[in-house]
């Protein structure tokens, strides 16, 4: 998005014939919605990533498991289908999500 820096897809485009411009709504409505830029991180967290301590290192020796704790999802849902052809793409459920 020229407004705000967001990524997204092309296909997420506002104006479906434009490829060369494309213009994105759904994040920032062209710059109608402005967010303060996040404070500083707690302590703990700006030690964890600042650190060459020995928690630090084990906290990067560790962090593609602590990431992918949540990667793995057994999925038990009834789908809804709501007719939508046009806009963002939302898969709704209804139903539970257990990480295993």
């Not at 997204?8 to 411009?21: D, F, G, I, K, Y």
């Not at 630090?56 to 709501?82: E, G, H, K």
Request: charged content about 10%; some cysteine.
């Amino acid at each position: 998005c020229i407004s705000c820096g967001a990524f997204h897809w092309v296909a997420e485009r506002t104006h479906l014939l434009t490829t060369s411009s494309p213009q994105f709504t759904s994040c920032c409505l062209n710059g109608q919605v402005e967010l303060p830029p996040f404070g500083l991180l707690p302590k703990f967290l700006r030690d964890l990533l600042c650190r060459a301590d020995l928690r630090s290192l084990r906290f990067y020796t560790n962090l593609y498991s602590y990431n992918s704790m949540f990667t793995f999802t057994s999925l038990d849902c009834t789908p809804i289908n709501r007719g939508v052809t046009s806009g963002v793409q939302v898969f709704q459920i209804h139903g539970t999500l257990y990480h295993v």
